[in-house]
C-alpha cells in the first residue's frame, strides 16, 4: 500500500490526458520532493518500490521531459530523479541478498527497472535527450555552466542506468534474429543520432572528461553481442561456415541414426509380460553370490550397482561454478547498425579514448572495478578488428607490452582476491575470465600481425614476441592458470579459453623457436633469508688520550702531503645538499659534525677538504676560518673541531632503531636472483607433464559432444605433446582417461571426433603393450602418476632399498648402541667422528649415523651431534699458553708475518680472532695493524729475474713455503675461517693510513705484475667474459664518481651465468680483493662492492690491470693481435732465449725441491736439473691439479658435466707439453713466479 504522503506528492505532478501531459503548479515542488523521500528511504528502498508500483516514470515523468523540456529547471529535476530511479539493484542493496526478504525486494526493484527499460524504448524520447545533449556540447567551455556540465552527465548516467537494466527471461522469450527490449532501446538510441553523440564524446578532444562515461555506454550497448556475429552480419555465409554447419548436422543425424538402431535391436521379437531373472556370472553383488539381474538382457550393458540408489546430494562449496549469461543473436537491422558504429569507432575514436581510460585508470581517477570496461574494450574491438579487413594502426594504442603488463597484473591480482574474497568469488572469476579473453585476444592479434604482408608491421610482431617470450611472468602465466585452475569457482567457459590461449601460445612459442638456435629468455629465482639487521657500528673513542693520539696521527698525514688535496677528493666532497628540507643553519651545523667524524676516523684529508668546502658555502662568520686562512691556522682550526662537543641530532633516533631490532631479525626477506638462460622449447613442454595441468584438460574433454572442433583439437594436440613428443603417454594411463575414450569410440558421431579417436586408440595400443611386461599396469590406473612414477611404471621399478640409504640391521643398531655408550663420556669433542672408523660397515657415512643415533632415541637431535668448528671450541686460556704465547711472539715479532708464525707453533690450536684478541689483552700489541703481514716494498721494483742471483731467487720463491706437513695441513684446517675473520677485523679496523695505503693499492701510475698474472691465470681458465664484464663496472663506476662522486658502495650485480659463476670462483675473489674490493659484509648483503673511498682515477687503474698485456708491437701483426702462437712463440724465442731458459731451470729446480720435501726429510736440492725436466715436472703438476677437478666435479655435478669435465681434462692432459712449454717460454719471470705462489696458496 502506498505512502499517502508519497501519493500526494505524485497527485501534485500533474496528470495524464490522451496523449497529453498537464502538470500543476506544484510540478517542480513535487519532483523535489520525491528527491528527497529517496534520500531517506529504509534498507528495503521502500520508496523506490511503491514509486515503481504507481508507474510514475512510465504516466508522469518521461511525459513532463517530452511535452514540458522548455521548463529548464523543472527538465532538469526530472532528469535528476529518473537517473535515481533507475539505478541498479544492485548499487541499491550492495549485492544479491542472502535473506529471503531482502532477496524479494531486490527482485521487486529489479522488475520495476525492466519496466522503466521498456518505456524507454521510444524514439521520441531518446530524441529529446539528444536534442538537449547535443545543444550542451554546442556550447564552448567559456559559456558552458556548472549546470550544463552536471545535466550532460545526468544524460550520460541515465542512458547508462537503462541500458544495464537486465533482461528478463520469463518475460522475453524471444529467439535469436527477434527484437527484445535491449534491440528496441538500441534502435531507439540510433534513430534518435544519440550514437553519434557518443562517438563524438569518444573522439572530441575538449570532452576528455566524460570518456569513462562513454566506455560504460558502449560496452552496455553491445552486452548481448559477439563480434563474429557482428563482422558476418549482412554478408553471404562463407564456404567455411556452410562446410561447419553441414559437418555439424551430419554428426547429429548419424547421432539420431545410432540411437534409433540401437532402440530397435534392444526391442524383444516377442511381447513377454514378465521381464525373467538371471544370474550374471563373475559380477558380484553385495554379499559373496552372484548378482541377479531382474530386466530384459537388452538392457543389461547399462547395469550398475548405483542403480535404485539415492542421488548424493553435493555440498555447496563443491557444486560447479555456473556459467554467465548465453549471447543471443539480435534483430539483422540492429546488428547492421551495430557494425558501422563499430566500424567508425575504431577508424576514429578507439585509439584515444583507450588511451585516455588507461590513464585514469593508471592514476587511478575512476572508480573501483571501472578495468573491467577497458579489458572488455580491449576484447572485443580488436577481435572485430582482426575478424573484418585487419589494420594493425586502427588498435596500434593496446597492441603493446603495456598492454601484455596491465592485463598479466590484473590477472594476478584477480587470482588473490579469489582466494581472500570467498564470498565475492563468483565475482573475481568473471573478472579474470574476463582478463583472459584480453590476454588472449592480443596474442591473437600478435599472431595476425604475422600473417600481414606489411614488413613494419611483422617487424613490430617480432618485437612484441621477442619480449613476451622473454620476460618470465608473459612466458609462464598459462602454466600457473591452468595449475590453480578450480572447477568450483570458475565455469568451465573459462577452461575452454584457457586451453585456446595455451594452444595459441605454444604454437606461437614453437613457431618462434624453430628460426633460432640460441634462444635467451630471463630466469627469475626467489631466495628466502633472515634479516639479521644491522649491528651498531663502535663508536670512536673518544677520551681525551685518545682524541690525542688520532690527532698526532692527522697532523702527520697532513704535513706530510703538504696541505694538498687531490682533484677527485675535492671534487667529490658536497658539504651542501640544496634539495634537502633542512635549514642552512641545521646543514653547516651537520658540516661541522662531518668534519669531526672524519678527524675521529683519522682521514685527514678529508677532513681538510670538507672544511675547505664547508668555507666556501659559509664564508660569513669565519666560521669555518676566512678566506686567507694560512695552513698552520687551518690545522689549530681542525684541532678545535676534533676536541669540541658538538651536538650530534641523530642518537635518539639511534636508540629508537636499536629497540626495533629484534623484530627485523625474525623477518624474511625474499631476494629476487634474475638472470638469463638458454630456452629449450622442449623442455619448457615438459613442464606440462604434470597431473594438476591434465586433469583441467580432462575435464573439458568430458564434454567433447559440447565442445567445438577447434577447443577438441587444443586439447588432442596438448595429449599429443605429452603422449607422444615427450614419449609420457604413460601419464595418461588413468582408468579416467580410459573411460572417456571408451565413450569417444563407442560415440554413433564418432567420425566427427577423428583426432582423439586416434589419440584414444594410441593409447590403449600403448598400455596394452605394457601391460604385457609390467603386471602391475592395471593398478597403478587407479592412480595419477607424476613424472617419477611414470619413469618407474615404464622402465622398471626400483628394488627395496634401492636408490635409498641402506637399511641398518639389528647387529648393527647393537654395535652403534654399545659403541655410543662407550664412548659418551670420552668427552672427546666429536664423538661422530670417533664411532665413524669403529663401526663394522665402513661405508657409514656421518650423516647416517647421526640420523640413527636420533632414530634410536640416544640422543634428542642432531644439533647435539653438530660438527665443531675447528678452532672454537677451547675458550679459556691457561698459564701455560699465554707463556707460549707471550714466547712465539717475542720470537716472530720482527718477521714479516707475525700472526701467521705464531698459528702455525701454537700447541693448542685457535682461530686468528682469538690469538689477535688474546694478543691485544695482554698488552704484547697495541693495535691489529701491528699484526699485518708486512709486503715487502723492494719486491715491487723486481719485474724480471735479472739482476739477482740465484740463491735470491730461490729465496724469494720458497719463503714461507719450506713448513712440514703437520703444519700445511692445519693451515688447510683454519684456512676458510681465519681468512673471513681477517676480512672481517681489517674491516672493522680504522687505520689512520687507510687513505693512502688504497692510494697505493690502486695507483695509477704504471701496471701491476701481481694483477696481470692473476687475470693471466683466470683467462686461461675461460673467464675472459668475466674480466671484461669487471672492466666495464669498474669503468662506468669511474665515470660515475668523476661526474657525482660515490656516496655509498656501489655492488657488483652479475647478470649472467659466466660472471655468476665467476663471482663464486676463488681466484676471481682473490683477484677481486687484490683490487680492493669489499667482500658482502653480512648475510644481508649478497654482492661485492665497490667502496666509495676509491677514487675515479684509482677505478680506472684497476680497471686498466684488467686487459691483456701487450708488449711492445714490432709490426703491424703484433698491434692488431693477429699473430700465431707459433709466431709468438718463434719472436719471444730469440728474444729472450738465454734469460727464459734460466728462469726455466730455477722453476723446475724449486719443484724438485718443494716434491721431495713431502717424501722425504733430506731438503738437499739438485743443481744439474735441465729444461726439458722442468717441463716433465710442470707435465706432472698439471696432471695432478687436473686429477683432481675431476674428483671434485663427479662428487657434486651430474653426469652430463661429469662428462664434459673428464673431456677437459683429457684434453689438459694431451696437450700439457704443449702448454708447459708455450706457458714457460713466452711468461715473464715475475709472473711465473707469481702463478707458482697463488698455486701454493690454493693448496694451501
Given at each position: 500500500m502506498m505512502n499517502c504522503e508519497l501519493l500526494a506528492t505524485c497527485s501534485a505532478l500533474g496528470y495524464l490526458e490522451g496523449d497529453t501531459y498537464h502538470k500543476e503548479a506544484d510540478c517542480l515542488e513535487s519532483v523535489k520532493d520525491l528527491i528527497r523521500y529517496l534520500r531517506h528511504e529504509d534498507d528495503t528502498r521502500d520508496v523506490r518500490q511503491q514509486l515503481g508500483e504507481s508507474q510514475i516514470v512510465q504516466n508522469d515523468l518521461l511525459p513532463i521531459i517530452i511535452q514540458h523540456r522548455q521548463d529548464k529547471a523543472l527538465f532538469d529535476a526530472c532528469?535528476?530523479?529518473?537517473?535515481?530511479?533507475?539505478?541498479?539493484?544492485?548499487?541499491?542493496?550492495?549485492?544479491?541478498?542472502?535473506?529471503?526478504?531482502f532477496r524479494h525486494h531486490f527482485l521487486q526493484v529489479t522488475s520495476h527497472l525492466q519496466a522503466y527499460k521498456e518505456a524507454f524504448a521510444s524514439e521520441s524520447v531518446f530524441g529529446i535527450l539528444s536534442e538537449t545533449l547535443y545543444n550542451l556540447l554546442q556550447l564552448d567551455w567559456e559559456q558552458r555552466q556548472e549546470e550544463d556540465n552536471l545535466l550532460i552527465e545526468?544524460?550520460?548516467?541515465?542512458?547508462?542506468?537503462?541500458?544495464?537494466?537486465?533482461?528478463?527471461?520469463?518475460?522475453?522469450?524471444?529467439?535469436?534474429?527477434?527484437?527484445?527490449?535491449?534491440?528496441?532501446?538500441?534502435?531507439?538510441?540510433?534513430?534518435?543520432?544519440?550514437?553519434?553523440?557518443?562517438?563524438?564524446?569518444?573522439?572530441?578532444?575538449?570532452?576528455?572528461?566524460?570518456?569513462?562515461?562513454?566506455?560504460?555506454?558502449?560496452?552496455?550497448?553491445?552486452?548481448?553481442?559477439?563480434?563474429?556475429?557482428?563482422?558476418?552480419?549482412?554478408?553471404?555465409?562463407?564456404?567455411?561456415?556452410?562446410?561447419?554447419?553441414?559437418?555439424?548436422?551430419?554428426?547429429?543425424?548419424?547421432?539420431?541414426?545410432?540411437?534409433?538402431?540401437s532402440r530397435t535391436l534392444q526391442r524383444g521379437s516377442r511381447h513377454s509380460r514378465f521381464g525373467?531373472?538371471?544370474?550374471?556370472?563373475?559380477?558380484?553383488?553385495?554379499?559373496?553370490?552372484?548378482?541377479?539381474?531382474?530386466?530384459?538382457?537388452?538392457?543389461?550393458?547399462?547395469?550398475?550397482?548405483?542403480?535404485?540408489?539415492?542421488?548424493?546430494?553435493?555440498?555447496?562449496?563443491?557444486?560447479?561454478?555456473?556459467?554467465?549469461?548465453?549471447?543471443?543473436?539480435?534483430?539483422?537491422?540492429?546488428?547492421?547498425?551495430?557494425?558501422?558504429?563499430?566500424?567508425?569507432?575504431?577508424?576514429?575514436?578507439?585509439?584515444?579514448?583507450?588511451?585516455?581510460?588507461?590513464?585514469?585508470?593508471?592514476?587511478?581517477?575512476?572508480?573501483?572495478?571501472?578495468?573491467?570496461?577497458?579489458?572488455?574494450?580491449?576484447?572485443?574491438?580488436?577481435?572485430?578488428?582482426?575478424?573484418?579487413?585487419?589494420?594493425?594502426?586502427?588498435?596500434?594504442?593496446?597492441?603493446?607490452?603495456?598492454?601484455?603488463?596491465?592485463?598479466?597484473?590484473?590477472?594476478?591480482?584477480?587470482?588473490?582476491?579469489?582466494?581472500?574474497?570467498?564470498?565475492?568469488?563468483?565475482?573475481?572469476?568473471?573478472?579474470?575470465?574476463?582478463?583472459?579473453?584480453?590476454?588472449?585476444?592480443?596474442?591473437?592479434?600478435?599472431?595476425?600481425?604475422?600473417?600481414?604482408?606489411?614488413?613494419?608491421?611483422?617487424?613490430?610482431?617480432?618485437?612484441?614476441?621477442?619480449?613476451?617470450?622473454?620476460?618470465?611472468?608473459?612466458?609462464?602465466?598459462?602454466l600457473t592458470l591452468l595449475r590453480k585452475f578450480d572447477e568450483t569457482k570458475q565455469p568451465q567457459s573459462y577452461l575452454k579459453d584457457l586451453i585456446e590461449s595455451t594452444h595459441l601460445f605454444l604454437r606461437m612459442l614453437e613457431r618462434f623457436c624453430k628460426g633460432r638456435r640460441n634462444l635467451m629468455v630471463q630466469r627469475k629465482r626467489v631466495k628466502r633469508k633472515k634479516s639479521q639487521g644491522k649491528k651498531k657500528e663502535p663508536a670512536a673513542e673518544t677520551s681525551p688520550e685518545a682524541l690525542e693520539e688520532t690527532w698526532k696521527t692527522v697532523e702527520e698525514e697532513l704535513k706530510s702531503t703538504g696541505f694538498k688535496l687531490s682533484e677527485s677528493l675535492t671534487e667529490s666532497i658536497v658539504p651542501f645538499d640544496a634539495t634537502s628540507d633542512t635549514p642552512l643553519e641545521d646543514q653547516?651545523?651537520?658540516?661541522?659534525?662531518?668534519?669531526?667524524?672524519?678527524?675521529?676516523?683519522?682521514?685527514?684529508?678529508?677532513?681538510?677538504?670538507?672544511?675547505?668546502?664547508?668555507?666556501?658555502?659559509?664564508?660569513?662568520?669565519?666560521?669555518?676560518?676566512?678566506?686567507?686562512?694560512?695552513?698552520?691556522?687551518?690545522?689549530?682550526?681542525?684541532?678545535?673541531?676534533?676536541?669540541?662537543?658538538?651536538?650530534?641530532?641523530?642518537?635518539?633516533?639511534?636508540v629508537e632503531e636499536e629497540d626495533d631490532g629484534p623484530e627485523f631479525e625474525e623477518e624474511e626477506l625474499e631476494s629476487v636472483q634474475v638472470s638469463e638462460t638458454e630456452f629449450n622449447f622442449l623442455d619448457f613442454i615438459k613442464r606440462f607433464a604434470n597431473p594438476s595441468i591434465v586433469r583441467p584438460y580432462l575435464l573439458l574433454l568430458k564434454s567433447y559432444s559440447k565442445n567445438t572442433p577447434h577447443t577438441n583439437h587444443c586439447i588432442a594436440r596438448m595429449l599429443h605433446r605429452l603422449a607422444v613428443d615427450l614419449k609420457m603417454d604413460a601419464l595418461l594411463f588413468q582408468l579416467s582417461v580410459f573411460h572417456i575414450f571408451n565413450k569417444i569410440l563407442n560415440d554413433p558421431a564418432a567420425a566427427a571426433y577423428q583426432e582423439l579417436v586416434t589419440l584414444g586408440r594410441y593409447l590403449v595400443k600403448r598400455f596394452l603393450s605394457l601391460a604385457a611386461q609390467n603386471n602391475k599396469a592395471y593398478v597403478e590406473l587407479l592412480f595419477w602418476k607424476n613424472v617419477g612414477a611414470v619413469r618407474e611404471m615404464t622402465e622398471g621399478y626400483s628394488n627395496d632399498g634401492e636408490g635409498k640409504k641402506p637399511a641398518w640391521t639389528e647387529e648393527e643398531e647393537e654395535e652403534l648402541r654399545k659403541l655410543y655408550e662407550e664412548h659418551r663420556d670420552s668427552q672427546v669433542p666429536d664423538i661422530v667422528e670417533t664411532l665413524l672408523p669403529l663401526l663394522s660397515n665402513s661405508n657409514r657415512t656421518r650423516?647416517?649415523?647421526?640420523?640413527?643415533?636420533?632414530?634410536?632415541?640416544?640422543?634428542?637431535?642432531?644439533?647435539?651431534?653438530?660438527?665443531?668448528?675447528?678452532?672454537?671450541?677451547?675458550?679459556?686460556?691457561?698459564?701455560?699458553?699465554?707463556?707460549?704465547?707471550?714466547?712465539?711472539?717475542?720470537?716472530?715479532?720482527?718477521?714479516?708475518?707475525?700472526?701467521?708464525?705464531?698459528?702455525?707453533?701454537?700447541?693448542?690450536?685457535?682461530?686468528?680472532?682469538?690469538?689477535?684478541?688474546?694478543?691485544?689483552?695482554?698488552?704484547?700489541?697495541?693495535?691489529?695493524?701491528?699484526?699485518?703481514?708486512?709486503?715487502?716494498?723492494?719486491?715491487?721494483?723486481?719485474s724480471t729475474g735479472r739482476g739477482m742471483t740465484e740463491e735470491e731467487f730461490l729465496a724469494e720463491l720458497t719463503q714461507g713455503t719450506q713448513d712440514d706437513p703437520v703444519d700445511r695441513e692445519e693451515r688447510e684446517d683454519e684456512s676458510e675461517e681465519s681468512e673471513e675473520e681477517e676480512i672481517e677485523e681489517q674491516g672493522r679496523e680504522s687505520s689512520p693510513n687507510g687513505g693512502r695505503k688504497t692510494q697505493g693499492m690502486h695507483s695509477p701510475g704504471g701496471r701491476r705484475p701481481d694483477v696481470e698474472t692473476m687475470v693471466y691465470a683466470l683467462q686461461q681458465e675461460g673467464m675472459s667474459l668475466a674480466l671484461l664484464w669487471l672492466q666495464n663496472c669498474l669503468n662506468r663506476t669511474a665515470d660515475d664518481c668523476m661526474e657525482d662522486g660515490l656516496s655509498q658502495p656501489v655492488p657488483l650485480v652479475p647478470l649472467t651465468e659466466s660472471t655468476e659463476d665467476a663471482m663464486e670462483n676463488k681466484r676471481f675473489q682473490r683477484l677481486l680483493r687484490k683490487l680492493g674490493m669489499r667482500p658482502p659484509a653480512n648475510e644481508q648483503e649478497s654482492f661485492w662492492r665497490i667502496p666509495p673511498k676509491i677514487s675515479a682515477s684509482q677505478l680506472q687503474s684497476a680497471a686498466a690491470a684488467l686487459s691483456p698485456k701487450e708488449d711492445d708491437p714490432k709490426n703491424a701483426d703484433e698491434q692488431d693481435g693477429t699473430?700465431?702462437?707459433?709466431?709468438?712463440?718463434?719472436?719471444?724465442?730469440?728474444?729472450?732465449?738465454?734469460?727464459?731458459?734460466?728462469?726455466?731451470?730455477?722453476?723446475?729446480?724449486?719443484?724438485?725441491?718443494?716434491?721431495?720435501?713431502?717424501?722425504?726429510?733430506?731438503?738437499?736440492?739438485?743443481?744439474?736439473?735441465?729444461?726439458?725436466?722442468?717441463?716433465?715436472?710442470?707435465?706432472?703438476?698439471?696432471q695432478t691439479k687436473s686429477s683432481t677437478k675431476r674428483?671434485?666435479?663427479?662428487?657434486?655435478?651430474?653426469?652430463?658435466?661429469?662428462e664434459d669435465d673428464s673431456t677437459a681434462a683429457m684434453a689438459t692432459d694431451t696437450n700439457g707439453d704443449a702448454d708447459s712449454d708455450r706457458e714457460d717460454i713466452s711468461a715473464p719471470v715475475k709472473r711465473r713466479r707469481m702463478v707458482l705462489i697463488d698455486e701454493e696458496e690454493e693448496e694451501d
Open positions: 532528469i535528476r530523479l529518473m537517473v535515481n530511479l533507475t539505478q541498479p539493484a544492485m548499487l541499491c542493496f550492495g549485492k544479491v541478498p542472502d535473506d529471503p526478504v545526468r544524460i550520460l548516467l541515465l542512458v547508462r542506468n537503462v541500458l544495464h537494466v537486465p533482461a528478463n527471461p520469463s518475460e522475453e522469450k524471444k529467439v535469436d534474429d527477434d527484437a527484445s527490449v535491449h534491440d528496441r532501446v538500441l534502435w531507439a538510441v540510433h534513430m534518435s543520432g544519440f550514437d553519434d553523440l557518443i562517438k563524438f564524446l569518444a573522439s572530441a578532444q575538449t570532452e576528455q572528461q566524460w570518456s569513462m562515461h562513454v566506455l560504460e555506454i558502449i560496452s552496455l550497448m553491445f552486452r548481448d553481442q559477439t563480434p563474429e556475429a557482428l563482422v558476418s552480419a549482412g554478408h553471404a555465409r562463407s564456404v567455411e561456415e556452410k562446410k561447419k554447419d553441414s559437418d555439424e548436422l551430419e554428426a547429429l543425424r548419424q547421432k539420431e541414426h545410432a540411437e534409433k538402431r525373467g531373472s538371471f544370474i550374471v556370472q563373475g559380477l558380484k553383488a553385495i554379499g559373496d553370490k552372484d548378482v541377479i539381474y531382474h530386466r530384459n538382457l537388452q538392457n543389461f550393458k547399462n547395469y550398475t550397482h548405483d542403480i535404485g540408489k539415492a542421488v548424493r546430494r553435493v555440498p555447496k562449496r563443491h557444486r560447479k561454478a555456473q556459467e554467465c549469461e548465453e549471447k543471443r543473436r539480435s534483430a539483422l537491422n540492429v546488428r547492421l547498425f551495430l557494425r558501422e558504429f563499430c566500424v567508425d569507432f575504431l577508424e576514429n575514436c578507439y585509439n584515444r579514448l583507450m588511451y585516455l581510460v588507461k590513464e585514469s585508470l593508471i592514476r587511478e581517477q575512476t572508480q573501483q572495478h571501472d578495468e573491467t570496461y577497458y579489458l572488455w574494450a580491449l576484447s572485443f574491438f580488436m577481435a572485430f578488428n582482426r575478424g573484418s579487413n585487419f589494420r594493425a594502426d586502427l588498435v596500434s594504442e593496446t597492441m603493446s607490452i603495456r598492454a601484455f603488463h596491465f592485463i598479466e597484473r590484473n590477472i594476478t591480482n584477480y587470482y588473490e582476491m579469489l582466494l581472500t574474497d570467498r564470498k565475492e568469488a563468483t565475482s573475481w572469476s568473471r573478472r579474470m575470465h574476463l582478463a583472459l579473453k584480453a590476454y588472449q585476444e592480443l596474442l591473437l592479434t600478435v599472431n595476425e600481425m604475422d600473417r600481414s604482408q606489411d614488413e613494419s608491421i611483422q617487424q613490430s610482431s617480432s618485437v612484441i614476441k621477442s619480449n613476451i617470450f622473454y620476460l618470465m611472468e608473459y612466458r609462464e602465466i598459462f653547516r651545523t651537520e658540516a661541522m659534525v662531518r668534519v669531526q667524524d672524519a678527524l675521529l676516523a683519522r682521514l685527514g684529508p678529508e677532513a681538510l677538504g670538507l672544511l675547505r668546502a664547508a668555507r666556501e658555502v659559509w664564508p660569513e662568520g669565519n666560521v669555518f676560518g676566512s678566506a686567507d686562512v694560512e695552513p698552520e691556522e687551518e690545522l689549530e682550526l681542525l684541532k678545535q673541531i676534533l676536541h669540541a662537543n658538538l651536538p650530534r641530532a641523530s642518537e635518539t633516533a639511534v650423516r647416517q649415523v647421526v640420523t640413527q643415533l636420533v632414530h634410536m632415541r640416544l640422543v634428542d637431535n642432531a644439533k647435539e651431534l653438530k660438527k665443531p668448528k675447528k678452532g672454537t671450541q677451547i675458550v679459556l686460556w691457561t698459564e701455560e699458553q699465554e707463556m707460549e704465547l707471550q714466547m712465539l711472539f717475542e720470537e716472530y715479532k720482527d718477521s714479516d708475518d707475525v700472526l701467521g708464525n705464531i698459528l702455525k707453533k701454537l700447541t693448542a690450536k685457535r682461530s686468528r680472532a682469538r690469538v689477535v684478541d688474546k694478543l691485544l689483552s695482554m698488552g704484547l700489541v697495541s693495535e691489529r695493524r701491528e699484526l699485518y703481514k708486512k709486503r715487502s716494498r723492494s719486491a715491487h721494483g723486481k699473430r700465431s702462437p707459433t709466431e709468438e712463440l718463434g719472436g719471444e724465442l730469440e728474444e729472450e732465449v738465454s734469460c727464459e731458459q734460466r728462469a726455466q731451470a730455477l722453476r723446475a729446480l724449486l719443484l724438485a725441491r718443494k716434491r721431495k720435501q713431502y717424501t722425504t726429510e733430506d731438503t738437499a736440492s739438485e743443481s744439474d736439473v735441465t729444461p726439458v725436466d722442468g717441463t716433465d715436472d710442470v707435465n706432472e703438476r698439471t674428483n671434485r666435479s663427479r662428487v657434486l655435478d651430474d653426469d652430463e658435466e661429469n
